[in-house]
T-cell receptor, first 115, second 113 residues
Framework: AQSVTQPDIHITVSEGASLELRCNYS??????LFWYVQSPGQGLQLLLK??????LVQGIKGFEAEFKRSQSSFNLRKPSVHWSDAAEYFC?????????????FGKGTHLIIQP | SQTIHQWPATLVQPVGSPLSLECTVE??????LYWYRQAAGRGLQLLFY??????ISSEVPQNLSASRPQDRQFILSSKKLLLSDSGFYLC????????????FGPGTRLTVT
């Protein structure tokens, strides 16, 4: 069964500093990988996705993520964070085998931005 | 463009009462539909998914049930709520026939008292 681990429950970053959120997955084949962001009391918004091809993917709001098969990782990065980036971030893996199953999510990383 | 709606936004219900949460999608046909529950600190748990009208798959045994009476309507129900049913319930859709990215609704906050 597929699984996702986000090792950091909370991360605190100063405004303007760079950010990296870690995600490790377990999946037998090449996975479909996603990062979502959730503001308090809201639904999830898709930041970016990886299906195949270029291992560095660009997303919305200035985020990017890099797929590293050898490390089973899909870390999310942003060169300079803004106070509005404070939120909960979820990494997820989907079934590339063509099924309609739901995504498997990590438990999330809570991002705090210091002024 | 596609839009997903959920209602109600918040709900407070006593233990033992029934539940009905509704999700509708606009702007697409034959979507896959999903119900997730989010508990504090535990990420998202997939409850049900549906690939078509009347077709429901359950991921975990529980006090809840789901139905899809129309192509773009997905309903989460319970006959008798438990305290443990409290949480944030999210509906999502994806393009039919695939497990590509999912798009989420705004969620329903359910508190069982």
């Amino acid at each position: 069964a597929q699984s996702v681990t986000q090792p950091d429950i909370h991360i605190t970053v100063s405004e303007g500093a760079s950010l990296e959120l870690r995600c490790n997955y377990s999946y037998g084949a090449t996975p479909y990988l996603f990062w979502y962001v959730q503001s308090p009391g809201q639904g999830l918004q898709l930041l970016l996705k990886y299906f195949s091809g270029d291992t560095l993917v660009q997303g919305i709001k200035g985020f990017e993520a890099e797929f590293k098969r050898s490390q089973s990782s899909f870390n999310l990065r942003k060169p300079s964070v803004h106070w509005s980036d404070a939120a909960e971030y979820f990494c997820a893996v989907g079934d590339s085998g063509g099924g309609a199953d739901g995504l498997t999510f990590g438990k999330g990383t809570h991002l705090i931005i210091q002024p | 463009s596609q839009t997903i709606h959920q209602w109600p936004a918040t709900l407070v219900q006593p233990v033992g009462s029934p539940l009905s949460l509704e999700c509708t999608v606009e702007g697409t046909s034959n979507p896959n539909l999903y119900w997730y529950r989010q508990a504090a600190g535990r990420g998202l748990q997939l409850l049900f998914y549906s690939v078509g009208i009347g077709q429901i798959s359950s991921e975990v045994p529980q006090n809840l049930s789901a139905s899809r009476p129309q192509d773009r309507q997905f309903i989460l129900s319970s006959k008798k709520l438990l305290l443990s049913d409290s949480g944030f319930y999210l509906c999502a859709w994806s393009v039919g026939g695939t497990s590509y990215e999912q798009y989420f609704g705004p969620g329903t906050r359910l508190t069982v008292t």
